[in-house]
T-cell receptor, first 111, second 115 residues
Framework: KQEVTQIPAALSVPEGENLVLNCSFT??????LQWFRQDPGKGLTSLLL?????REQTSGRLNASLDKSSGRSTLYIAASQPGDSATYLC??????????FGKGTLLTVNP | EPEVTQTPSHQVTQMGQEVILRCVPI?????FYWYRQILGQKVEFLVS????????KSEIFDDQFSVERPDGSNFTLKIRSTKLEDSAMYFC?????????????FGEGSRLTVL
């Protein structure tokens, strides 16, 4: 059974700082790896989707990497802004879109 | 931009009552899903649905739960007799392409509170 773990559980940084969120998963036989953002009381917004054959994806200030062999993914956020404050979820994709979610990292970017 | 919509945003019900949560997936999507998130816990898979039948379901999705696509636009989750532990945020999601490479789009969720 796939398990997804995210470290740290919470992170507080000053505005402008670069930061890395870490994710590990136990079963490397994944179809893809996604990073979602969840704002309080809101739905899930997909940030980046990395296919199993890819090593990284970039979107604006975000860069996500995937190392299937070691069961790790990272989300790098450059020049963080207060609007980046949210919970970031690492999600592994298996067959039939049976996604396995991590518990998330709660990010607070202080002005 | 097309989006998945869910209603109601919040429902409060008494234990033992039936609840129906509604979802309107993105119009050209063919695969539909329900996930739930109990407060403070991980998002969990409930069920996937394609071609008017369940493709896969988790152990959480017991006989109290059912899903239906009653018309061309709605996708519903019914909980027949709610329990306290059913209190959670329920997320609907849809995707166009079942090939396990596409992007899953989530709605904003329906918060269910069982008293």
């Amino acid at each position: 059974k796939q398990e997804v773990t995210q470290i740290p559980a919470a992170l507080s940084v000053p505005e402008g700082e670069n930061l890395v969120l870490n994710c590990s998963f136990t079963d490397s036989a994944i179809y893809n790896l996604q990073w979602f953002r969840q704002d309080p009381g809101k739905g899930l917004t997909s940030l980046l989707l990395i296919q199993s054959s890819q090593r990284e994806q970039t979107s604006g200030r975000l860069n996500a990497s995937l190392d299937k062999s070691s069961g790790r993914s990272t989300l790098y956020i450059a020049a963080s802004q207060p609007g980046d404050s949210a919970t970031y979820l690492c999600v592994s994709g298996g067959s039939n879109y049976k996604l396995t979610f991590g518990k998330g990292t709660l990010l607070t970017v202080n002005p | 931009e097309p989006e998945v919509t869910q209603t109601p945003s919040h429902q409060v019900t008494q234990m033992g009552q039936e609840v129906i949560l509604r979802c309107v997936p993105i119009s050209n999507h063919l695969y539909f899903y329900w996930y739930r998130q109990i407060l403070g816990q991980k998002v969990e898979f409930l069920v996937s649905f394609y071609n008017n039948e369940i493709s896969e379901k988790s152990e959480i999705f017991d006989d109290q739960f059912s899903v239906e696509r009653p018309d061309g636009s709605n996708f519903t989750l019914k909980i027949r007799s709610t329990k306290l532990e059913d209190s959670a945020m329920y997320f609907c999601a849809s995707t166009e392409d079942r090939a396990d490479t596409g992007e899953l789009f989530f709605g904003e969720g329906s918060r269910l509170t069982v008293l």
